[in-house]
T-cell receptor
Framework: GQQLNQSPQSMFIQEGEDVSMNCTSS?????WLWYKQDPGEGPVLLIA?????ELTSNGRLTAQFGITRKDSFLNISASIPSDVGIYFC???????????FGQGTRLTINP | SQTIHQWPATLVQPVGSPLSLECTVE??????LYWYRQAAGRGLQLLFY??????ISSEVPQNLSASRPQDRQFILSSKKLLLSDSGFYLC????????????FGDGTRLSIL
């Protein structure tokens, strides 16, 4: 089935550093979503993107919907310990009721 | 505001036993409902989704089934659990209008012994 290529798979950074992760696909998506999952909990929606080229911020998080509609990135500025977790991208095609998820980026922060 | 509830939070079951996980949504009508499974350290695998009462779409052949007896209730079941059914099960909902993000419950950790 359809897949999103999310990278990197894991990141080990120092507190205060900026973080960047991205998702790419060979197919066009109409919606890109970014989620964060803490251990033992369900993913929480961080940012939703609905238009090609759209750049949206949520506090220290910034995400962009690629102009080709085949990719998206998420940046986190000045990381803090509570940013630790797994970040998932997800895409929606056309009028589909389903999402396609990336495999996740595991973020670890050294204090 | 809308909320989604899943229970139980954790479950330990013997191989061959039946399963019933329940998910309910409050604060919205006619939501789309989804069941996912997540293996440890892995991504989310869509198992079933429903766009209305009694309407179930299955994504992968497996030992599980889903039912939607009421508008805001989604149930994941099995008649006989396998060891491979262990995992973290997540329920999600979205509005039924076009292009809506999904919102997840807190999940059920299922361990099969």
């Amino acid at each position: 089935g359809q897949q999103l290529n999310q990278s990197p798979q894991s990141m080990f950074i120092q507190e205060g550093e900026d973080v960047s992760m991205n998702c790419t696909s060979s197919s066009i998506f109409n919606t890109w979503l970014w989620y964060k999952q803490d251990p033992g909990e369900g993913p929480v929606l961080l940012i939703a993107l609905y238009k090609a080229g759209e750049l949206t911020s949520n506090g220290r998080l910034t995400a962009q919907f690629g102009i080709t509609r085949k990719d998206s990135f998420l940046n986190i500025s000045a990381s803090i310990p509570s940013d630790v977790g797994i970040y998932f991208c997800a895409g929606q095609q056309g009028g589909a009721q389903k999402l396609v998820f990336g495999q996740g980026t595991r973020l670890t922060i050294n204090p | 505001s809308q909320t989604i509830h899943q229970w139980p939070a954790t479950l330990v079951q013997p191989v061959g036993s039946p399963l019933s996980l329940e998910c309910t949504v409050e604060g919205t009508s006619n939501p789309n409902l989804y069941w996912y499974r997540q293996a440890a350290g892995r991504g989310l695998q869509l198992l079933f989704y429903s766009v209305g009462i009694g309407q179930i779409s299955s994504e992968v052949p497996q030992n599980l089934s889903a039912s939607r007896p009421q508008d805001r209730q989604f149930i994941l079941s099995s008649k006989k659990l396998l060891l491979s059914d262990s995992g973290f099960y997540l329920c999600a909902w979205s509005r039924s209008t076009r292009i809506q993000p999904q919102h997840f419950g807190d999940g059920t950790r299922l361990s099969i012994l």
